[in-house]
């Protein structure tokens, strides 16, 4: 929590860089996303306490930082979440809207599932009343939205806005920021997988390579599953991981250099019963016995077992041969938004980069570790945070994520064709 010198502190400051401004002087304050202008958070049971009560009117909110901007009049943010990213960062939202309420006065939020992206943004950008003004999604979500023009661009046109942006991302989060092509900005990070989940009390010898999970699955007919990669996490890390494992042409051209991968899911589908629309649906499968194994991240290993879809007895193991494909979570903002609602977007986007919020998203373990920046360490999660990730984060995590390479998800449009062949050439049953 920030001490009240230091408001004082940053309250004169401030106050001076005011004066300056108005005397014509070019100088930037550094925005929220840059460290030196964001005092270390202490280690706390429950998101910062980030400023004063809020106030009914502009001249009684706090004062912001000098890369923030204002909108005309407050606005509310109608966020649309089609990655399950709201469990990470709905709170750093709630906790921004209560901060500065000259901004944002509310923030409604709606689901959907990312195949569906597409759709709704384009309805409404062609009937001129674009009602979604936030979208948190996944890569899947992200290729839709570049692919067809449907989104903002955010950098380099608001470079202003989110200065010292990728200075302050881990590497391997700065590599996925890339792949947003400026459509998008991430907010959270993992190295996902692929990784094996399965019930140690039927799987007694886990599969270590493709070639032994194939065999196993031969021998053990309906009882291996992965979802449709276009809509879940571990389904796409297990489909882009393959050509890395299986040593194809050219992992990153699903069209010409992924031979070997096409082939293997096609002989491992003979064992397929089902391929599930979501990874939630093959967890169920998991925990009542349906199947005894499935594709899975660090994430969808920790969480479901701490929100007791799964049982806790259940293992998870890596492949020999592996290569982290990393994953990303964006905030991206729709193309057609009113100009203070692109401003209170960029303002609330800056925000979720803080360390004090971003060590929100180690949440129960969902996206495990979840912070996309520097310098954020479980320590400053909130405090049921860090119990219920004690004792569910296997200690092999931390051995498995710093001895495999790791590499980006495919870029937009090749992600988005794998998707394509995978539903025409894999996924009809």
């Known amino acids: 929590m920030r001490s009240s010198s230091w408001n004082k502190r940053l309250g004169l400051a401030l106050a001076l860089g005011l004066v300056v401004s108005a005397c014509g002087s070019g100088a930037a304050t550094p925005s929220p996303t840059a460290p030196a202008s964001t005092p270390t958070p202490a280690s706390t049971p429950a998101p910062v306490d980030t400023g004063a009560t ?48 000259n ?47 449907l989104l903002t661009k955010v950098i380099p046109d608001h470079n202003d806005m989110l200065p010292g942006l990728m200075d302050n991302y881990l590497a391997p989060a700065a590599a996925m920021q890339g792949l947003a092509q400026g459509f998008g900005v991430a907010v959270v990070y993992y190295p996902s997988g692929p990784l094996l989940e399965f019930n140690p009390s039927k799987v007694t010898t886990p599969p270590t390579t493709p070639a032994e999970l194939l065999a196993w699955a031969k021998a053990h007919p309906n009882k291996f599953e992965y979802a449709r990669p276009a809509n879940s996490g571990p389904g796409r890390t297990f489909l882009m991981a393959l050509p890395y494992m299986l040593a194809d042409k050219d992992p990153t051209d699903p069209v010409n250099g992924w031979t070997n991968t096409w082939a293997y899911l096609k002989d491992l589908g003979q064992y397929i019963k089902v391929y599930q629309t979501g990874t939630t649906a093959t967890m169920k499968d998991l925990a009542s016995g349906t199947v005894d194994m499935l594709a899975s991240t660090t994430g969808w290993y920790v969480n479901p077992i701490i929100l007791g879809t799964v049982p806790k007895t259940t293992a998870v193991g890596n492949f020999a041969n592996m290569t982290w494909v990393t994953d990303a979570q964006y905030a991206v903002i729709p193309a ?8 209170a977007d960029l303002d609330l986007i800056a925000w979720m980069l803080h360390p004090d919020q971003q ?5 129960k373990g969902y996206f495990y570790p979840g912070p996309a920046v520097k310098g954020v360490t479980l320590d400053m999660a909130p405090a049921d945070s860090q119990t219920a990730l004690k004792g569910v984060v296997p200690s092999q995590f931390d051995t498995w994520i710093n001895q ?26």
């Open 103 to 149: 901004i944002i006065s509310n923030i409604t939020y709606t689901t959907a599932t990312a195949p569906e992206l597409a759709g709704k943004l384009q309805a409404q950008q062609q009937g001129g009343n674009v009602q979604i003004n936030l979208v948190m999604t996944g890569t899947d979500g992200l290729s839709a939205g570049i692919k067809q023009n």
């Open 336 to 343: 057609g938004v009113s100009a203070d609602v692109l401003t």
């Open 359 to 363: 060590a929100i998203s180690y949440d």
């Open 54 to 101: 809020p106030g009914p009117s502009a001249s009684a909110a706090p004062a912001t930082p000098a890369a923030m901007k204002i909108p005309s009049s407050p606005v509310t943010i109608n966020v649309l979440d089609v990655a399950g990213n709201l469990q990470l960062t709905k709170a750093m939202m709630e906790n921004f809207k209560a901060k500065y309420p």
């Open 404 to 429: 495999f390479p790791k590499v980006t998800s495919l870029p937009a449009d090749a992600q988005v064709t794998a998707f394509d062949l995978w539903d025409k050439n894999i996924g009809k049953k």
